[in-house]
């Protein structure tokens, strides 16, 4: 059975991992045949928002691993544990937490940097010429990642992209059921809840890019 890496960055859409994204990603790797393993680093979110109001919650504090391990049903690791040689693949699901708390593209999108723990696991693969998805706007972190040069997707936002292949990515437009992918390195990025307005159309191409980044292991 081939072994998934999951990384993930908080709960919840505004200032964590999107859970439905981190869902359809689990259950379309269990729907493949495959299995996972669930990482987050073990690190002070950015800020907590209030999801019912879209606010900042002034003076709360919250873990992203601890957080993490709500959508994880608590079968969640810290991310300095990871050993890549022990898997075959690795996917990061989106939402603003891979962009607050693995990195600080929502914050500063002109001179953005990867969080060291995220960027040491994620070049283990890189490294290992292992594939991996990212999605929605964890493709952010891609050109920090992979030599100059390396193609991706966070779909057709033409600001967005503009801010990333600024700093290398050579970014192709995608539809919600497409993907990319760079074969010279092995990834699969999918656009997601970046245009995604259901549950079906997030989950058709977050299908896709899992079927895609298994069908690229060894």
Not at 5 to 15: E, H, K
Not at 100 to 125: I, M, P
Not at 141 to 165: F, N, R, S, W
Not at 200 to 218: H, P, R, W
Request: hydrophobic share 40%; proline share 3%.
């Amino acid at each position: 059975m081939k072994k998934v890496a999951v990384i993930l960055s908080g709960c919840g859409v505004y200032d964590g991992s999107e859970i439905h994204e981190s869902v359809l990603t689990l259950l379309a790797i269990e729907q493949n045949g495959a299995g996972y393993r669930c990482f987050a680093p073990n690190i002070a979110q950015h800020h907590v928002i209030n999801h019912l109001t879209g606010e900042v919650s002034e003076g709360e504090n919250r873990n992203v691993l601890v957080e993490s391990a709500r959508i994880a049903r608590g079968n969640i690791e810290d991310l300095v544990d990871l050993q890549t040689q022990e898997f075959d693949a690795l996917i990061v699901p989106g939402g603003f937490g891979a962009a607050k708390n693995l990195c600080n593209f929502a914050l500063d999108g002109d001179n953005y940097e990867v969080n060291t723990q995220v960027l040491s696991a994620c070049q283990g693969f890189a490294k290992a010429d292992k594939p991996a998805g990212y999605m929605c706007i964890a493709p952010s972190m891609l050109p920090l990642i992979y030599p100059k040069g390396v193609q991706g997707t966070i779909g057709t936002d033409k600001g967005t992209a503009a801010l990333i292949t600024a700093r290398g990515l050579i970014h192709e437009n995608c539809n919600v059921d497409e993907v990319v992918i760079d074969h010279a390195h092995k990834l699969v990025t999918t656009p997601a809840y970046m245009l995604a307005t259901s549950l079906t159309e997030a989950a058709s191409g977050i299908n896709n890019l899992v079927k895609n980044v298994l069908a690229l292991c060894k």
